[in-house]
């Protein structure tokens, strides 16, 4: 590494250690350690073998946390780093950096390096409370922290350089620098998870099997790792440890060569702030945006030709009743700038939720409510990110605003959802649309409560994405759609308790608004 490299990457993590944001960050990491490691009466696992997982030692522990943490941290760390270039970009910083002598290879490499020491302090918070997990759960007392610790750096770490590069490419590829790019990266990396999988933990979990198979012969011995809800407690087996190949160390090594090889390949296209390309590189491209500005003008005028749009825009049904034509107005902005392919998708699941068997309407729910979120991730944000929130403040009460923006929300939950809505009435289904009725509510009120404390769409889509993928695998805790069945019966909650989550949320985004309104 260069001096240059470091100073790029050591600069950039001083600067986002000093953020908010930051912190959150690592006490993610240390709730997820917490989850990791469930207790014995335990209704869900992250990591089994077949109907069993190992004694909770230090062995043990240690490999679940490297296991969960190479796939939920680089999940997730993407949505937390993805933001270092597009950050240069509307702060200015860019522009002075591309009047410096710092070469674009050596610029991309320390926005890589910063973006690694940010995942590392995630890995290391979850070190960190690995003893602590091994002592509450108090299945062994004996504490090893070479056992607990090394699985970390040898499986976590290589796989965290992936996170960090892949942050750097996708920023640097138009397509994938907004909204889409994180529901790409959402669901391509635990592809690339299950396939290196294998290379990877092939002698880990062979010795999970192995030592199974001695203590239970005939046991179902299939490999699980993730989030799967179980109708009980997991049986127990004891494990004999893992042991340290030397081809481990040269896989890890390998991997984190890789990564940082590519992390420097956006180099032969990244323009690095070239003035004379800035239409393209003048994007607000913070990382949740579903759709970029490319409009040079000055944010001022900007601010005015949005606001004016939306003046326009209500107008009309304003005349009536002001209401109304500033929820229509929402509705209208929100769905202006999805493109004609989100139209054909949303086509095509209708069509699906119409002719799919009547089992089946539930799953296509599920799928029918995932289109929107890029949309609804933007309630709350939409006014920020396009520079008119001062603008908008002075014409509109922020309370009605906030309405407004969670009626638009749900109105879009009936267009999405509208295809398994008909098969339930059509099937007489109560209590699916009740469910149906709950979700749509409560989806656009979590939406917009998230939007309102961080300012920022990429939280939602990263939050959303996790309850969509934890129904999808059964866990029916989280089922606020009704997608999930027993014997018939919603297995999820009740829709009267989602109901009043639901209004719990909408009270919490207002409380929001109103303390910011204050302060102001």
């Known amino acids: 590494m260069t001096t240059a490299v470091a100073a790029v990457s050591l600069a950039d993590f001083r600067d986002r250690s000093r953020r908010p944001a930051f912190l959150v960050t690592v006490l993610g990491a240390l709730a997820l350690g917490y989850v990791a490691i469930p207790p014995a009466s335990a209704t869900y696992a992250m990591v089994k073998v077949g109907s069993f997982r190992g004694v909770y030692d230090s062995g043990y522990v240690g490999v679940m946390l490297a296991m969960i943490g190479s796939l939920w941290l680089p999940l997730f760390g993407f949505y937390v780093v993805r933001d270092s270039i597009g950050r240069d970009v509307s702060t200015g910083v860019g522009e002075t950096l591309a009047a410096s002598p710092l070469r ?28 602590v997990m091994q002592l509450l759960r108090g299945e062994s007392s004996t504490l090893d922290l070479t056992a607990l610790w090394l699985p970390i750096v040898l499986f976590c770490l290589p796989v965290l350089t992936v996170a960090a590069a892949a942050a750097i490419v996708f920023e640097t590829i138009p397509p994938l620098r907004g909204g889409l790019g994180n529901i790409v990266w959402f669901f391509a ?45 997991l049986g127990q087996f004891a494990w004999s440890g893992m042991d ?19 992390a420097a390949l956006p180099a032969l296209w990244f323009s690095r702030f070239d003035p004379s390309r800035r239409g393209r590189l003048s994007r607000r491209i913070g990382a949740g945006s579903s759709s970029a500005t490319t409009s040079v003008e000055s944010p001022v005028a900007r601010a005015s030709t ?6 326009r825009t209500l107008s009309p049904v304003a005349r009536g009743n002001p209401f ?27 069509g699906a939720a119409l002719v799919v068997p009547a089992d089946g309407v539930d799953t296509a729910l599920l799928f029918a409510w995932l289109l929107p979120v890029l949309i609804w991730s933007r309630l709350g944000t939409h006014a920020l990110e396009q520079g008119v929130d001062p603008l908008v403040e002075c014409g509109v009460s922020f309370r009605a605003r906030l309405v407004a923006q969670w009626g638009a929300g749900v109105l879009i939950a009936v267009l999405a959802g509208a ?14 649309i009740a469910a149906w009725v709950t979700g749509a509510a409560l989806i656009p009120a979590l939406a917009l409560l998230i939007g309102s404390i961080v300012r920022s769409p990429r939280v939602f889509q990263a939050v959303y994405l996790v309850l969509w993928y934890a129904v999808l695998n059964g866990v029916a805790a989280v089922d606020v ?3 999930l069945r027993d014997d018939g019966r919603l297995a999820g909650p009740s829709p009267v308790f ?23």
Do not use: C
């Open 324 to 350: 109304w034509g500033l929820l229509v107005g929402e509705v209208r902005i929100h769905l202006g700038g999805v493109s004609r392919w989100w139209w054909l998708a949303l086509a095509i699941v209708t």
């Open 189 to 233: 990396y635990p592809a690339m998870f299950l396939a290196g999988l294998p290379l990877i933990y092939a002698e880990t979990t062979a010795g999970f099997q192995a030592d199974l198979a001695a203590q239970y012969p005939g046991a179902n011995d299939e490999i699980s790792i993730g989030l799967t809800a179980e109708p009980g407690a």
């Open 244 to 262: 340290i190949a030397l081809s481990l160390v040269v896989a890890g090594v390998g991997l984190a060569v890789a990564s940082t090889v590519v």
């Open 104 to 131: 674009t290879p050596m610029y991309l490499l320390g926005k890589y390096f910063s973006n690694l020491l940010v995942l590392a302090a995630m890995a290391v918070a979850l070190a960190l409370i690995a003893p």
């Open 306 to 311: 949005a606001f004016a749009g939306t003046a």
């Open 498 to 520: 989602s109901l009043a989550v639901g209004v719990v949320l909408i009270a919490a985004a207002l409380l929001v608004q109103e303390v910011r309104h204050v302060r102001r």
């Open 419 to 432: 295809g398994p809505l008909l098969r339930m009435l059509a099937a007489a289904d109560v209590s699916g």
């Open 481 to 483: 759609m009704g997608a």
